[in-house]
């Protein structure tokens, strides 16, 4: 081996950690996953989604009405994407049926849209049908499901997070571009079943033995969280006294579970108060709350939360922190619900970077916990999920190919949050930061570059190699250290260039702040102060 191939090892084990697992893409993962030509020259005003169900057949078809501006000068093609096995029947502009070439799962609109005028409002109407994907295990591998509940009663819904909304309906299937007027829903169903989607209901009509139920949203909702839930629903209304006035709270369960739903939902109203106490108002006052009993585990359909955790305490009864406070409450009401703040008020532009999502949600669990069982339970809580953290790959995942990046978007993601918060060692200033977001990035979306950017020039803390330690490489910070002559040696190991964190260390009385960096220090210590303790509510690890 020559000293060159020496160097190229050498360059490879410290490249390795910050590179992602490196995985074949395709074109159709380009198409799907960045704002190519055929997507980045129109912005969705508002889908108007019309859909009648073949219960029967289990397929679909209607028609969506997409309003656009033309934001910058148009290519001639427009990409619309809905994925085999659906079929698009035909694109009408202004009266007239336009050419259209299909490429995999996406859909190629073919007229001079160059020719028109930048900022002018336009109006596309796409027919389609098909029988969509069924979901293989939903919400993780997503599509239609379609089940029975326990009356023998039809209960069907979509979980589309990931996979896409246009696995169902035609689309820009894209997080970076939400209709910014909103969107209608209107769905037909047979009569004998309701059909409960986001936003508000504005219309109910009989069409023979079918019902058409019409949804508005009036607040910007990405793709994957327009929803539908078809079965033999019974609702009840509630409503909690917010800080922006009285939020309408909708709840929907399947028949014979309003006793135990209405037990298990009081809690929302607790949740609502907590979450705008750290997260500041709830951010879709116009289209409402609701919880409606979903045929699989939980999703953060917005303003129609999906719930599936079968009226059990924990995560599917189970307690993901292992210290017993996980148990205290019902996951996914609150993890669900608190995605209304991070994921869909504040969405990531590219779900490479959907720890934004996750990360700060998952900490949102901390967040009730301490309104509800105090600081002390809470933090152990938090801490007890890193268990589950797998350093398998960095968190942001590759961007432009619709890669969601790994599964420690969720707890290490929620780490980094708590770091952030003990790192400003003032509650109120992390309050303020929270609700700051929640303010500046109201129905936005923000990718991870820009987010850094604000929260540096908020905290004003160095922490540029500290989000490039924990969220593009897969490399825990190791703690070295040792007593020598009346001083404590210590430095990290496995950190980016320029990483340091503020620790405080203990030995019965003795206590130091210090801050650590991936060079050797050293701070007064007598002898025999060995097994020393340092703040338990920083990710690294520990070697004397
Ligand atoms: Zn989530």
Redesign the pocket.
């Known amino acids: 081996m020559t000293r060159k191939n020496i160097f190229l090892i050498a360059f490879l084990i410290w490249y390795l950690p910050f590179a992602n697992t490196i995985f074949a893409y395709g074109r159709q993962d380009t198409l799907r996953g960045s704002n190519g030509a055929g997507r980045q020259w129109w912005d969705v005003l508002l889908y108007d989604l019309d859909v009648k169900f073949d219960t029967t057949q289990r397929s679909i078809s209607g028609t969506n009405t997409i309003t656009f501006t033309i934001s910058k000068a148009a290519g001639d093609s427009m990409q619309i994407d809905l994925q085999e096995p659906m079929v698009l029947d035909e694109v009408k502009f202004e009266g007239q049926n336009l050419t259209i070439t299909k490429e995999g799962n996406v859909w190629w609109v073919i007229y001079p849209f160059n020719q028109l005028r930048v900022g002018k409002t336009q109006q596309i109407t796409i027919r389609y049908h098909g029988k969509p994907k069924p979901a293989a295990n939903a919400p993780w591998d997503g599509g239609f499901i379609w089940t029975k509940d326990h009356n023998g009663k039809l209960w069907a819904s979509v979980a589309c997070q990931g996979l896409g909304a246009s696995v169902w309906w035609p689309c820009k299937d894209l997080q970076s571009d939400e209709p910014d007027h909103g969107m209608t829903m209107r769905y037909t169903v047979p009569s004998n079943l309701q059909c409960i989607a986001n936003g508000r209901l504005i219309a109910k009509t009989e069409q023979g033995a079918n019902t058409q139920w019409s949804w508005q949203v009036r607040e910007p909702i990405n793709t994957y969280n327009a929803t539908f839930y078809i079965g033999d629903y019974v609702g009840w209304k509630d409503t909690v006294k917010g800080e922006k006035g009285a939020l309408v709270l909708d709840h929907y369960v399947i028949r014979g579970n309003e006793e135990k739903a209405r037990k298990q939902f009081a809690v929302v109203k607790d949740m609502i108060t907590c979450f705008e106490y750290w997260m500041g108002p709830y951010p879709f006052y116009t289209d409402g709350y609701k919880l409606v009993e979903a045929p699989f585990l939980g999703m953060?359909h917005q303003s129609a939360i999906a719930y599936g955790n079968e009226y059990k305490m924990g995560y599917r009864g189970m307690d993901r922190s292992g210290t017993g406070v996980g148990k205290l409450f019902d996951y996914i009401i609150i993890?669900?619900s608190g995605?209304e703040w991070f994921?869909n008020n504040i969405t990531a532009t590219d779900i490479a970077d959907n720890w934004i999502?996750?990360g700060f949600?998952?900490y949102s669990e901390t967040l009730f916990s301490q309104c509800m069982f105090g600081r002390e339970k809470a933090f152990q809580f938090m801490r007890g999920e890193w268990k589950n953290i797998r350093n398998d790959r960095p968190i942001i995942g590759n961007y432009g190919v619709n890669d969601a990046g790994s599964g420690d978007k969720?707890d290490k993601g929620a780490a980094i949050v708590h770091m952030l918060r003990i790192m400003l060692n003032n509650d109120a200033t992390f309050r303020d930061l929270l609700r700051g977001l929640n303010k500046s990035y109201y129905h936005k979306t923000v990718s991870t570059a820009e987010l850094e950017r604000d929260i540096i020039n908020f905290t004003k803390l160095p922490l540029r190699p500290f989000f490039d330690q924990y969220l593009r490489t897969t490399m825990i910070p190791q703690f070295e250290w040792y007593v020598k002559d009346d001083q404590l040696f210590y430095r990290f190991t496995s950190v980016v260039p320029g990483f340091s964190l503020p620790l405080e260390i203990k030995k019965r009385k003795k206590q130091a702040k210090i801050t650590v960096t991936g060079d050797w220090q050293s701070v007064a210590w007598k002898k025999g102060g060995y097994n020393i303790d340092i703040s338990p509510d920083f990710l690294i690890h520990m070697k004397e």
Do not use: R
């Open positions: 953060e993890h669900e995605h994921g999502q996750e949600t998952t969720y």
